[in-house]
């Protein structure tokens, strides 16, 4: 029997060269791929957000565990197929054209992926015109965008709007954050969910995908 | 009869985070940064202007020589001063160790005080929020406590200033969306002055703009400090940053950060026009690891801002700080907690121009009732740094023997003549139970929403001239809102 138990625990500590190793000796001893990801890495980042959840782990030591299980992903992601690899799903990301705050946003992006969701980060300052191109592109369950500020804060409702002429919105939820905006904004602008705080994004985006 | 030689004496109650030597130990370390690392500046006129006084221009990245920030450092005006908006008459030294309290900006929602309902900012509660800082005495200046929302949003700061100036004559922090925002604000505060000249001899604005952290210079930005620093207006720059996310988790390295965002900014303006003067800003916090706010309440930012009075204070140039604010969601214990520590550690330590009082929920809704009781701390705050005065008249030593043991000094004409060291507490409770229970048992949030109350509905600030006032409403009726990022 492979022992998950140890993996999950370097996970949890975020002990990234502990991960490698206890990785590649699963490997090596030819178990499962899937099994290592699903029993070994997501479960200890499972533990990693109860435990968030709970005030008895910090941001930066859920990102550290992060950190440490997408390293222990890399070894074992050759091995796998790339429709056979598990996410949570696929969460476009960025703030609204005008607007070039990027750390709450980027804070939600390393919660979601630490939750095993697959972030593609679109960056600041992005059009509705180009949020649209990365959705056509990349097609993601869900669409995020972040604004610090109400001048840009329309910006969202703009993308929305586009994603409709263009047919897009009924294929990828949206999600909005930021500190001016709310719920009746949400609803006002269209939008599938708020979510105050990163960690509330990530159950947001676990509520619409379920 | 005593002489005293060679005898040092207080004025002030005293505190220091920082000594000389760190305080330049600081300062190299941001210029160190200013040059090894630099800051990126996104709008094209400040890069030709950094670019032709001699800093490094690579794309949007500056680098900047430490000459140019030593140079820029001494070029700054030291000495600034905020008017009355009616009068002229000068009122704010924001210079040295002068402490001055007000308002702060820019809050998406705020708490109606009639109501309690938590609402988006409207020109009614602008207009209310003004009215209420008029009226209290140990606030000294105003900012908007709210965004106005319920009206075009990309001309919101010019109906936030119109109500602003339509119910203070106290100095006020504008803050406009972008720079024809401010280009209108500007006109609006030089019909008030009575012209260009005038409002740059007795100005009663100041203006206000901030970097995103880390070390960006946005669009917005720049343009405002280019503009503030042509007008020869008094400029406010501050970073607002947070402790293991836009800045290093230590505290001296969220002090290296900042101070490089503000004197990047600094050498900009007096790049702009040499002399301007310009007012060193900073909301420096903690980012809170369980919760990932900005925090308004964490010890970190008293002690980060009165760290960085030190730094102003060695530097000898004016500073924006930060007290008066709560991340608790409603007026209550946490907020008065926090709101006290910040006011009486801010006071303390002589930061020049502090703003946020009346900042509920980690700064995103403003709170009158919060205002009205920071203006009782500050009263409390301002006793404290008072300080005690020691000579022969308050050793008392002759009333001590006219009294004697078991004697009584109440009735004392000593007593008397000296009763007004004390303060004398206007909000808080100090009655006897009985007399508390029999006023009705309020708490201290209820007596101040009271309060509240009474000056929104009875309060009159002194009007504006009526045609002055037709006048900026029809800079008001014409503005035109740009989308953010346009440049042209």
Redesign the interface.
């Known amino acids: 029997m492979a022992n998950f138990e140890e993996l999950s625990k370097s996970v949890i500590s975020g002990n990234l060269a502990k991960v490698k190793k206890v990785t590649q000796a699963l490997i090596d001893e030819g178990v499962s791929p899937l099994d290592i990801i699903n029993l070994g890495l997501i479960a200890g980042m499972g533990v990693v957000g109860a435990r968030f959840k709970n ?1 008895e782990m ?3 030591e859920v990102l550290v565990a992060a950190r440490s299980m997408r390293a222990g992903i890399e070894l074992v992601q050759p091995l796998i197929a790339s429709e056979d690899m598990p996410s949570a799903g696929k969460v476009l990301l960025g703030t609204v ?8 946003k980027n ?1 939600v992006g390393m919660m979601l992926e630490s939750r095993g969701y697959t972030v593609i980060n679109a960056g600041i ?1 992005v059009s509705s015109e180009k949020f649209v191109q990365f959705i056509k592109e990349h097609k993601p369950d869900i669409l995020a965008m972040s604004a610090l ?4 804060m ?1 910006g969202m409702k703009d993308t929305i709007e586009l994603m409709k002429e263009e047919g897009l919105k009924d294929q990828v939820k949206v999600i909005i954050g930021g ?2 905006i ?1 719920n009746d904004f949400a609803d006002e602008v269209g939008a599938d969910g708020f979510a105050p ?3 509330s994004a990530v159950d947001l985006c676990n509520r619409l995908l379920a | 009869m005593t002489t005293r030689t060679n005898f040092k004496a207080y004025s002030s109650t005293m505190m220091k985070v920082f000594s000389q030597d760190q305080c330049q130990e600081l300062v190299l370390a941001a210029e160190e940064a200013m040059w090894r690392t630099g800051t990126d500046f996104y709008d094209k006129e400040s890069l030709e202007i950094l670019k032709k006084a001699g800093c490094w221009v690579d794309g949007k990245r500056v680098r900047i020589p430490a000459h140019i920030t030593e140079q820029a450092l001494k070029t700054c005006q030291k000495h600034v001063v905020l008017c009355n908006s009616r009068t002229g008459a000068r009122e704010l030294f924001v210079e040295g160790n002068n402490a001055y309290f007000g308002s702060g900006p820019c809050t998406p929602f705020t708490r109606n005080p009639f109501t309690n309902e938590r609402h988006r900012a409207t020109r009614q509660s602008v207009g209310w929020a003004t009215k209420v800082l008029d009226a209290l005495p140990n606030i000294d200046y105003a900012m908007s406590l709210g965004i106005v929302q319920d009206v075009p949003l990309l001309i919101s700061d010019r109906h936030e200033f119109e109500q602003q100036i339509l119910n203070t004559d106290k100095p006020i922090i504008t803050v406009c969306v972008d720079a024809w925002g401010q280009a209108d604000v500007i006109k609006m505060a030089e019909l008030v002055a009575g012209g260009e000249e005038e409002l740059r001899k007795n100005p009663f604005i100041c203006l206000y703009a901030e970097p995103i952290s880390p070390g960006i210079h946005c669009l917005e930005a720049a343009q405002k400090l280019v503009m503030g620093a042509k007008k020869g207006l008094p400029t406010i720059y501050t970073p607002c940053i947070m402790a293991g996310g836009t800045a290093p988790a230590t505290m001296a390295g969220v002090m290296v950060q900042g101070l490089c965002e503000s004197l990047s900014g600094l050498v900009l303006s007096q790049c702009a026009r040499e002399g301007a003067p310009f007012i060193m800003g900073g909301v420096y916090t903690v980012l809170d690891m369980k919760t990932t706010i900005f925090s308004y309440g964490a010890p970190e930012l008293h002690l980060l801002l009165a760290g960085l009075a030190d730094v102003a204070h060695y530097l000898n140039i004016p500073m924006f700080g930060t007290a008066g604010c709560t991340d608790s969601c409603v007026i209550d214990e946490q907020a008065g907690i926090e709101a006290a520590l910040s006011i009486a550690m801010t006071n303390m330590s002589g930061a020049n121009l502090n703003h946020d009082t009346g900042y509920s929920e980690y700064g995103t809704t403003s709170n009158l009732d919060l205002v009205v009781i920071a203006d009782e701390i500050l009263g409390m705050a301002r006793r404290l740094t008072k300080g005690i005065h020691v000579d022969q008249e308050t050793l008392a030593l002759e009333v001590i023997e006219k009294v004697g043991p078991g004697g009584n000094f109440a009735d004392e004409d000593h007593t008397l003549e000296h009763i007004e060291e004390n303060y004398a507490p206007r909000l808080v409770n100090r009655a006897a139970r009985n007399i508390w229970e029999k006023a009705g048992s309020k708490t201290l949030t209820q007596v101040a929403n009271e309060k509240v109350r009474d000056i929104i509905n009875h309060h009159e600030p002194i009007p504006l001239p009526k045609d002055v006032a037709a006048k900026i409403r029809e800079i008001v009726e014409n503005a035109v809102g740009h989308v953010p990022g346009e440049d042209e």
């Open positions: 005030g910090y941001v930066p054209k005008g607007d070039l705050h990027d750390i709450g804070l300052d500020l109400t001048t840009t329309l500190a001016p709310s705080d990163a960690a």
